[in-house]
């Protein structure tokens, strides 16, 4: 812009007047881009998650009906969350495997909250590429290593979900919670 | 030809309107424009004054609470306000377990865990205000048969809205003797409450502000009728447009720079545009 | 369009070279409106307006795709989504308040556009085509906006779709038929509510479309001016980059703060109240209105109250609110002066400000009143006006008006003189 109208002016080609000039025509282009780039800002942010489904990204579960060895879904941001009562013997074969062999090295203990290592409390999401696993669900296969299984691309997890075979990367996620009471956990 | 069709065809419409206006005015001249007595008697809000008027407008947090506390003791137990959570109470000055604690306070629809049966339980702060009839038909059964409008968005549903709320409110009175005079007809029914503020001037609400002190505020303010009229009204604005706040404080910035780039635009205009003007 | 002293395109970096071998859409914008296009230098402000209806049209296109990532368009949940977008959706409330402020502002840019056309003859030879495209366009954003307004499905969304659909039904024989298959059903409900939310997605495409080839039009014989005089020289344009690109600049500018400033701290003002209480098939407001930019016609439509012969007066009134639209489609040859600029025709000129503008106010005033009188009767004599203006007035008037002396050239109004003139030039 600034030079177009500049071309047209030789007259007016030397001294403070020409510098004058550029500086207001590049200011209003300025202004008119940086305009143009905050509108950007509500258009780009009104895809983010909406008030009312932010409102439910946490949730409150009544665990006192599970006995030991069951597991429920519960529902955590519209994806399962698998809660399980693990038995002692599901609890020793977790704290049997030595961490250090694990392809995602992690405790039970480091899973779970103190006191509560018998409440496992995991996302019910593959870490491959999203798939719910198998094994919460009464009569459900639970995987060779007796925890979850996945059965889009074989990924197996063990009792404290861990991943031990298959394609998953990582140990099925265990989301933010804390326990309100004993028979109330709350989940985010 | 197309000037010689276009003078018949407007010959032709405006024969037309012509017969239609001479019909209507002899038709006038003869009849005159009918009075009713909506058109006698229905008056106009009276002046309101909130915090929230205007383009600086920013709501009074504390009346909105006292103005929820009218709702809830008095208008709750007919009028629904289904548009509102009670997560959105946080906005006006509520913290998370004063809005769980008022959550807990309304019994909302829900499903017995293990028989699937309807029932009820006590709301969550993601819950929205539930409605205090089951439907339209037991509401108008339960109310002379007028349903209870939503209150949501009525500042926004009718003209001049949070004035039209005060109004009506503390508008009721008796029939004017003269109305009677005039229009023998029109004696408000049985069963029905005038006000002038209403459009119809007889409304089925019973006047639901009844007496000085009918809520006892928190906040040591004297509840009187007119301050709970006003104090609800401000609250039906904020849950009409609960956004009022951010969009007025969004406003100005806008239109401050925008301001500042039209100048800058102009100037530009004038110096590349200033050579052009003389030869 | 080229004039022959045309600033041609001639890209200097060699990507822009390569580019222009392969898919010259550079020198397409450069030639339509860039440096490559003479536009005549005596432009006044109402030439602003065609660029900001292109800014409304784009406000309009981009914040509707926001708001349809939303919306809802079922009879059951659309209110509630709406409110949805209102309260929680991040920004929801300034999308949804620049979209339905926006549509008022198109048109308040569109009506000046078309005025600004009436006054100055820019409907004239040889931009007929540009006018009628133009007319098409009005006729789109009509639809389109109509059909927006029914989305929220508030009450005068519900009985706006009812009636306006019903307007329909005056058509003898197969008027109801047509209703119904507009509809999909005896009343407006989902199926009406879904056509209406999908064909108004696609019109503002369409738009689009028809406004390429209004400009294209336009581009062929290049932008007429407020002289009305044809350019003749070069030193009667300037390159529409920098000059005018700039002089639109500031003008959308200030249009933008007027938006906003509506936008932000009066976005209901241009609305109706009753739209905010949800559709109820059951109770018809007490005062039913379209939004204000219909209001000159639903106006038209009003009054016809008596039946004129075997005329039906429901139809006549349909048959002249679509008339009144219609016959702007024969302007180009209903008014025949040669020449095209209201400042040269002293009759002409009184007929346009004491008789046509404040006809079209009556109009405005009258389509949003009462139906009841004395309102009646003020829109039967503005309508009566307004048939005559267009069908009567004017093609008498362009045959027997003698036009005042028009300037040589462009350059010699804005200037007082042109040595073309003196050395006997003509174009």
């Known amino acids: 812009m600034a030079h177009d109208a500049g071309t047209d002016t030789p007259e007016l080609t030397a001294g403070d007047g020409v510098r004058r000039r550029d500086f207001i025509n590049i200011a209003a282009a300025s202004a008119a881009g940086v305009g143009g780039v905050v509108t950007l800002l509500p258009l780009i942010s009104q895809m983010a998650p909406s008030a009312d489904v932010l409102a439910e990204s946490s949730v409150e579960i009544d665990i006192s009906q599970i006995k030991p060895g069951q597991a429920i879904k519960g529902v955590f941001r519209k994806q399962p969350v698998f809660i399980r009562n693990l038995t002692p013997a599901e609890v020793a074969e977790a704290n049997k495997v030595p961490t250090g062999s694990l392809r995602d090295p992690q405790s039970l203990a480091e899973r779970t909250k103190p006191g509560k290592e018998n409440w496992l409390i995991t996302m019910g999401v593959c870490t491959h590429l999203g798939c719910v696993p198998l094994g919460a669900g009464e009569g459900e296969v639970k995987g060779e290593f007796g925890g979850y299984f996945c059965p889009c691309h074989g990924s197996h997890y063990d009792t404290a979900a861990r991943i031990r075979k298959g394609p998953a990367p990582t140990n099925l996620e265990v989301p933010e919670y804390a326990f309100n009471s004993d028979t109330v956990v709350k989940i985010g | ?279 | ?427």
Not at chain 2, 31 to 49: D, M, N, R
Not at chain 3, 117 to 139: C, D, H, N, T
Not at chain 3, 196 to 224: D, K, Q, T
């Open chain 2, 1 to 279: 030809m197309i000037r010689i069709l276009s003078l018949l065809v407007g010959l032709f419409f405006t024969a037309a309107l012509a017969w239609s206006f001479g019909n209507g005015a002899v038709n006038f001249a003869r009849e005159g424009k009918p009075a009713t007595v909506e058109s006698a008697f229905h008056e106009h809000p009276k002046a309101l004054h909130l915090a929230s008027d205007g383009p600086f407008g920013k709501f009074d947090k504390q009346q909105l609470q006292r103005g929820f506390q009218v709702y809830k003791e008095v208008c709750a137990a007919c009028h629904s306000l289904r548009l509102v959570a009670f997560r959105d109470l946080k906005a006006i000055g509520y913290n998370d377990d004063e809005v769980k604690a008022i959550a807990a306070g309304f019994n909302v629809p829900g499903l017995d865990p293990n028989t699937g049966e309807a029932n009820t339980r006590p709301g969550l702060a993601t819950d929205y205000f539930p409605m205090p009839f089951a439907n339209d038909i037991a509401a108008r059964a339960a109310n002379n048969n007028a349903v209870p409008p939503d209150l949501s968005l009525m500042t926004k549903a009718r003209h001049n809205g949070a004035a039209y709320v005060y109004s009506l409110l503390t508008g009721y009175q008796d029939q004017p003797a003269e109305l009677l005079k005039t229009f023998p007809d029109a004696k408000t029914p049985q069963g029905l409450h005038y006000n002038p503020y209403f459009a119809n001037l007889n409304l089925a609400m019973a006047p639901p502000l009844t007496a000085d002190g009918q809520v006892t505020y928190g906040d040591g303010t004297k509840a009187t009728k007119d301050q709970m009229a006003k104090d609800v009204a401000a609250f039906l604005v904020w849950t009409a447009e609960p956004k009022l706040d951010k969009r007025n404080q969004t406003g100005w910035p806008v239109l401050g720079f925008l301001l500042f780039a039209t100048i800058l635009g102009y100037l530009s205009y004038r110096t590349i545009w200033a050579e052009k003007k003389k030869h």
């Open chain 3, 1 to 427: 369009m080229s004039f022959p002293w045309a600033n041609e395109y001639k890209p200097s970096h060699p990507f822009m070279q390569w580019m222009d071998e392969k898919l010259p859409l550079p020198r397409f914008v450069y030639n339509a409106i860039g440096a490559g296009y003479p536009v005549p230098r005596n432009l006044n402000y109402w030439w602003n307006f065609g660029i900001l209806a292109l800014v409304c049209l784009t406000l309009q296109i981009v914040t509707g795709i926001v708001l349809a990532m939303h919306y809802a368009a079922n009879a059951g949940v659309a209110f509630d989504s709406v409110e949805h977008i209102m309260r929680d959706v991040n920004w929801g409330w300034l999308m949804r308040y620049a979209h339905a402020n926006g549509a008022s502002a198109f048109f308040v840019v569109i009506y000046i556009h078309i005025f600004r056309g009436f006054f100055y003859g820019s409907y004239k030879a040889p931009r007929e085509m540009v006018w009628l495209l133009g007319v098409v366009i009005f006729l789109l954003m009509m639809a389109t906006a109509f059909m927006g307004y029914v989305l929220p499905w508030g009450q005068m969304s519900f009985w706006g779709a009812k009636v306006i659909t019903g307007l329909f039904g005056a058509i003898p024989l197969v008027g109801e038929p047509i209703q119904q298959w507009l509809l999909g059903g005896f009343a407006p409900d989902n199926a009406a509510l879904n056509r209406f939310f999908s064909l108004h997605y696609l019109l503002p495409f369409v738009i689009i479309g028809v406004v390429v080839l209004h400009i294209w039009a336009l581009h062929i014989p290049g932008s007429s001016n407020p002289t009305g005089v044809e350019v003749k020289t070069e030193s009667d344009t300037v390159p529409f980059h920098p000059y005018f690109i700039v002089k639109d600049g500031w003008a959308v500018g200030a249009f933008l703060f007027l938006y906003c400033a509506v936008l932000f701290f009066a976005p209901n003002m241009l609305g109706h109240p009753d739209n905010y209480i949800p559709a109820n098939p059951m109770s018809t407001p007490a005062h039913i209105v379209p939004e204000w930019y219909f209001w000159p016609f639903y106006a038209i439509l009003r009054a016809f109250t008596f039946d004129f012969f075997f005329i039906p007066a429901k139809l006549m009134g349909v048959l002249a609110m679509f008339g009144s639209i219609l016959i702007w489609f024969f302007l180009p040859w209903l008014d025949k002066s040669p020449v095209r600029s209201g400042h040269y025709r002293p009759t002409f000129r009184k007929f346009f400000w004491f008789g046509l503008i404040p006809t079209m106010l009556v109009l405005f005033y009258c389509g949003g009143a009462p139906a009841e009188e004395p309102y009646v009767m003020f829109s039967q004599i503005a309508s009566l006006y307004y048939f005559a203006h267009f069908l009567i007035i004017l093609p008498i008037v362009s045959s027997i008006e003698r036009p005042d002396p028009l300037p040589f050239s462009i350059t010699e109004a804005v200037l007082g003189h042109d040595d073309k003139a003196a050395l006997g030039t003509t174009a």
